[in-house]
């Protein structure tokens, strides 16, 4: 099993910011997971064009993130750089050679988050080449999330139909044996009376809110509708019952596996569903 802690950013001009917390990592190899921390980036497309299109700059992050994976016996990194220009996706992809020119000599793992595609969707997010980037690195996170989301109206995060879409194209492109479905652990509280951003929230918090709540098995997703004030929500989230469908889809794809963002907004009951190895 890995874990993925969200430890390093890489700003607008390529520096690495590195927030480790060294008694978590202890804990976490204690138990005896894998620790391969997380690369986002602080800015969006065109503020991080400049850094990704310069080979040089490039090096200089990749440089920097290999001293942390090797001087913390870190066991490899995981990427997520979402948000890009289509047409930076070439650079993308050698970001990921310059890395695996580092991690692979000395026997480091490399997995990145990819956005979630489907047939009619093959157009969207076409900075991220699955086939070029499935050949190079060990793991392919497809983010299997977010249909329902923030900016948009009410809707299931990933419903069962279009996430069995998503599977299925990305086994087109992606070997099953490289292939992890990402499913959702959160979900989203949408303020239907007033409107705007729907707001991330944790399972904890839903459970204690009272409202009208129940479960689409068509989406394989739970629900809730309550007031507050005079003001009516909307959430879609994730329960064990939703999480237990996607488990489902795994096996019934045959791919590597799953994996889930995030740790701390599950349903508790959803780790009675994995066969306790501690």
Known sequence: DIVAPAYWFIQPNGTVVS????????????????????????????????????????????????????????????????????????????????LLERLRPQGRSLSIALPARTQAQAQWYRAFDYAAIAQRVDLVVVMAYDYGYAAGRPAPIAPLPWVREVLAYSQTYIPNTKLLLGIPFYGYDWNVTRGGLARYIGVNEIVGKAGERGYDPAAGAAWLQYTAGRER??????????????????????????AAWRLGYEDPAVWNLITPRR
């Open 19 to 98: 927030r480790d917390e060294p008694e978590v990592v202890a804990q976490m190899r204690a138990w005896g997971l894998r620790v391969m921390p997380m690369v986002q980036k602080y800015s969006w497309y065109d503020r991080m064009h400049p850094w990704i299109a310069d080979p040089a700059a490039r090096a200089r992050t990749a440089d920097q993130l290999a001293a942390l994976v090797m001087n913390n016996g870190y066991d490899g990194l995981h990427i997520d750089i979402e948000n890009i220009n289509d047409d930076d996706g070439g650079y993308l992809t050698a970001f990921i050679d310059q």
């Open 233 to 258: 929500h909307m959430v879609w989230y994730e329960n064990w019952q939703s999480v237990e469908a996607k488990f489902n889809l795994v096996v019934e794809a045959d791919v590597q596996g799953w």
